[in-house]
């Protein structure tokens, strides 16, 4: 399984959601306690979706450093942020920590992605996508239609294509690693419209209810686990989100801020793992984990590898 080695328990994840559950009822309000009130609030009252720690979202670009030394640099739009619902015309604090994480996790060995399908929700600037292409990911970066200009335009920054490159439906190559992204169109409420993966990843889409259900039932319909890193907001809203992994069957545990990149270790983003499958886990012996690579055993296999990565929607 792609993300056993991010659940190791020499790593210190915390069990949200797990097949030893007898009443996930109860795993909402122990996640807003346990994130909320054990050690004081994280977000220091900076609930505002303009609070930021490592993203500036008043400059025309962001910056940062990527696998082998490259540098990835997007173009951010933040005067779009004005607009009801637009969030992905800038870098969000969760996307840096995830991209770093993911650096720092091929780095020690634990995780690589390197040759990997990785569908990435709500690739906004596309600064994520990027940097898992770099670590030599083939990435599907997903975005509505109207924001797939802004995404297609830091990817083209990032590849030696050219300018017309779009037009024949290909991936666009990234890094000295062999990765690539592609661009795909996809509605949240229409997921059976995306491809299988190995992994899906999602970053800075937690913040209102309404955005929360519309992500887990998205979420729901990918055989591949998941990688989500959430900054925190509202109680209610986390409380929201946890609630609906809880319905929907997600097996979830939380990685502690120490796993996080050095530099980028903050208990205001929070990383998970999702996972989703139908064995008992009655029937699987061991523990948690072992019963997660059960479940990982029993899922469909990569439909990519039978198929081409699907055509860049955008114009």
């Known amino acids: 399984m792609i993300v056993s080695g991010l659940l190791a328990s020499a790593h210190g994840a915390v069990p949200v959601l797990t097949c030893d559950n007898t009443d996930r009822g ?3 309000l122990e996640e807003i306690c346990a994130l909320y009130h054990t050690d004081g609030d994280p977000t220091g009252g900076h609930r505002s979706q303009r609070a930021t720690l490592f993203a500036d979202h008043d400059a025309s670009t962001f910056e940062l450093d990527g696998a082998d030394a490259s540098r990835i640099c997007v173009i951010q739009q933040s005067d779009q942020l004005r607009l009801a619902g637009v969030t992905g015309c800038v870098v969000w604090n969760g996307a840096v920590v995830l991209a770093k994480s993911l650096e720092s996790w091929n780095a020690l060995g634990i995780f690589n992605i390197a040759g990997r399908s990785v569908l990435e929700l709500g690739a906004g600037t596309g600064m994520l996508a990027v940097a898992a292409a770099m670590l030599g ?3 599907i970066a997903t975005e509505q239609e109207d924001r797939l200009k802004l995404l297609r335009r830091n990817i083209e920054r990032h590849s030696e294509e050219g300018p017309d490159h779009w037009r024949t439906g ?9 990765g690539s992204v592609n661009l795909f169109e996809l509605d949240w409420f229409r997921p059976e419209d995306a491809p299988e993966v190995d992994l899906v990843l999602a970053t800075d889409v937690v913040y209102t209810e309404e955005v929360t259900v519309a992500l887990v039932r998205c979420l729901s319909f990918f055989t591949a686990p998941a990688i989500l890193a959430v900054e925190l907001r509202t109680e209610e809203v986390h409380y929201a989100f946890v609630e609906e992994l809880a319905a929907a069957g997600f097996t979830v545990h939380r990685l502690p801020p120490t796993l996080h990149a050095e530099g980028f270790q903050t208990k205001r983003v929070v990383i998970y793992i999702l996972m989703k499958g139908t064995v008992d886990p009655s029937s699987v012996p061991g523990s948690c984990e072992q019963a997660a690579d059960g479940i990982w055993q029993q899922q469909p296999k990569d439909r ?10 955008s114009q």
């Open 170 to 178: 290909d991936p666009w190559r990234i890094g000295r690693r062999g």
């Open 26 to 28: 109860d795993a909402p």
């Open 137 to 139: 990911a083939r990435v």
């Open 304 to 313: 990519l590898q039978e198929q081409q990565f699907p055509h860049s929607t």
